[in-house]
């Protein structure tokens, strides 16, 4: 593949965008370009919405203080970097 990439490096631009469009078009006309028709590009790859990642998140404490996070911060360094 990186001497097909090179051999290309060497075409004129417009040359270059033409090859480019060709191949996307062969990925709308695909399987999976098939599927894709009527969903929007992330409702078509992301798996979970961003509301449940939101939920996955929630917790019923209070947020951290300022000072806590310091706290935190500062004990993971200990452990990654030692004394």
Not at 21 to 43: D, H, K, N, Q, W
Not at 45 to 72: A, F, N, Q, Y
Request: charge should be negative; proline fraction near 7%.
């Amino acid at each position: 593949m990186a001497d097909v990439l090179d051999r290309v490096k060497t075409w004129s631009p417009p040359l270059r965008i033409a090859l480019a469009r060709r191949i996307l078009e062969t990925l709308e006309l695909s399987p999976v370009g098939e599927a894709l028709r009527g969903r929007t590009v992330e409702e078509s790859t992301r798996g979970v919405p961003v509301e449940e990642v939101l939920g996955m998140l929630k917790t019923d404490r209070e947020p951290p203080s300022d000072e806590e996070c310091r706290g935190i911060i500062e004990e993971e360094r200990w452990k990654k970097y030692g004394a």
